[in-house]
């Protein structure tokens, strides 16, 4: 008998946590990731596993985001020692993210406990530490896509392309049990079948129990060529108004895709003379790692008008500026108007982008442009769904700039890709639906039955599916 728990990523979209038992090889753990949004991240960090990390045998990473991949120090810390396997383009990029994830903790507790030692209370130590993240990095085995491979006697692994992110895998498992072959596919993230650079997500056919994102489960995107020619349009009016663009982007894959959006607008020469940064050290290093994996990027994306075969979005080269330090990044203050900014974090929680915003929001003349998912409870949403005001570094902004969102360059597949993708298993297998808020599961849930009668569930945190 098998089992399925699933931690997190359950009727929400961050924190990504299943764990997969049997007697036939043991036990793993598909993602090990942070719940972003709402409570700090050192909140989350101090919380408890609900399992004993001693008893996991090994981590199988989707892909190198966060809410996927943060809270692998952690369960190195305390205890797990086992592979973390993944693609070798997921292995080049979880350092990086990893490492900042740690100045920024590290950042919050020193914060945290000279507060403490104010009030007289006695500081906290972290959860994890550089050490952690160290250990963690050299646990990592990478496997490539679509290369079987077997561990423990048991178990064997193969990893497609989800077409989500650099490196984004569908985990598929299968194992012998009493005679009985039994597979779960865990698709992590899908990506979008028109996103550009990505490829498309692989197609699977076979599967006893498929666990399913649907993050975007009650809504199709907007077509990328409408959304390539709203971004036309957006900068376009900015530069008129005489304004800047700030766009919060996450540092793995939209950052990029931005980059070869505005060289494409470029070669078109439909590019004002912007001066654009890529104001996020992590996004600088992100982009390096894309660089060196050109070669799993879509073809048709790396042509010569925006790429040199070396770089992505190199038409823009002359415009664009990588800002690395703290003091790069303050220069960019004193710019009237004219400049793209692109920084992170993607959802507004930290990051550069809240200084610019201190800077630029409370402008009229300035475009706040969001590109990516907003979750609840994060300073992005907020300002997606209209608030007049905001506070940052404990004072108030107005906030005048225009809002605008370009929906289609999501890196999540929507409702009609998810529906589409769940009806290529020819199985029939148990399908369960998770990394997505209650609603948008309900809404999958009701369609994946309409047009192909797939029986969906919906599972809570913490319940135990049995196959
Ligand atoms: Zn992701
Ligand atoms: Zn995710």
């Known amino acids: 008998m098998a089992t399925v728990k699933f931690f997190g990523a359950v009727q ?70 086992g592979p973390i396997f993944c693609t070798p383009a997921t292995a080049d990029l979880l350092p990086v993210m990893l ?8 950042r919050d507790i020193e914060w945290e406990n000279r507060r403490r030692l104010r009030r007289g209370d006695q500081p906290v130590s972290p959860s994890y530490t550089r050490a952690d993240v160290e250990a963690a990095l050299k646990l990592c085995h990478p496997i490539d896509y679509d290369s079987p491979f ?32 039994k597979k779960l596919v865990f698709s992590g993230d899908l990506g979008k079948s028109d996103t550009v650079l990505m490829r498309d997500p692989t197609v699977v056919k076979e599967a006893n129990v498929v666990l399913m994102e649907g993050t975007y489960g009650d809504r199709d995107h907007r077509s990328l060529d409408d959304s390539f020619e709203q971004l036309e349009h957006i900068l376009h009016e900015a530069w008129q108004r005489g304004g800047n663009v700030l766009i919060p982007a996450f540092a793995v894959g939209r950052s990029q895709e931005l980059l070869h959006y505005l060289a494409r607008l470029e070669t078109q020469g439909k590019l004002d003379n912007w001066h654009i940064f890529l104001d996020s050290p992590m996004a600088i290093e992100v982009t390096k790692v894309f660089n060196k994996w050109l070669s799993l990027l879509e073809p048709e994306d790396l042509d010569a008008s925006a790429n040199d075969g070396h770089e992505i979005g190199s038409a823009i080269r002359h415009k664009l500026k990588f800002t690395v330090t703290p003091e790069e990044s303050m220069a960019i203050n004193t710019i009237r108007k004219g400049a793209i900014i692109i920084a ?26 969001f590109v990516g998912f907003q979750a609840k409870g994060t300073l992005g949403r907020a300002i997606v769904d209209g608030a007049t005001h905001i506070r940052l570094f404990k004072e108030q902004f107005i906030v005048k700039a225009q809002i605008e969102t370009v929906g289609g360059f999501s890196a999540h597949a929507g409702q009609s890709e998810l529906i589409d993708w769940a009806g290529n298993f020819t199985s029939h297998p148990q399908m369960i639906l998770v990394h997505g808020e209650a609603d948008a599961l309900d809404t999958l849930s009701e369609q994946l039955w309409d047009k192909h009668q797939i029986d969906a569930e919906i599972p809570f945190r913490g319940q135990t599916l049995t196959f």
């Open 344 to 369: 992170g974090s993607g959802m507004c929680t930290g990051g550069r982008i809240q200084h610019h915003f201190k800077q630029r929001i409370w402008d009229n003349r300035n475009t706040v442009l």
């Open 12 to 81: 929400e979209v961050t924190g990504s946590c299943h764990m997969l038992q049997s007697s036939a090889f043991g036990c793993v753990l598909l993602d090990c990731g942070l719940h972003q949004g709402g409570d700090r991240d050192k909140d989350e960090m101090a919380s408890r596993f609900p399992f004993s990390p001693h008893q996991v045998d090994a981590v199988i990473l989707s892909h190198a985001h966060l809410d996927h991949s943060g809270r692998l120090p952690k369960l190195v810390h305390e205890g797990f020692d």
């Open 99 to 106: 490492l900042d994830a740690l100045g920024l903790y590290e």
């Open 150 to 181: 077997d561990f423990n006697d048991g178990l064997q692994i193969t990893l497609f392309d989800a077409g989500h992110i650099l490196g984004s895998a569908i985990v598929s498992v299968q194992f012998n049990e009493k005679g009985k072959t």
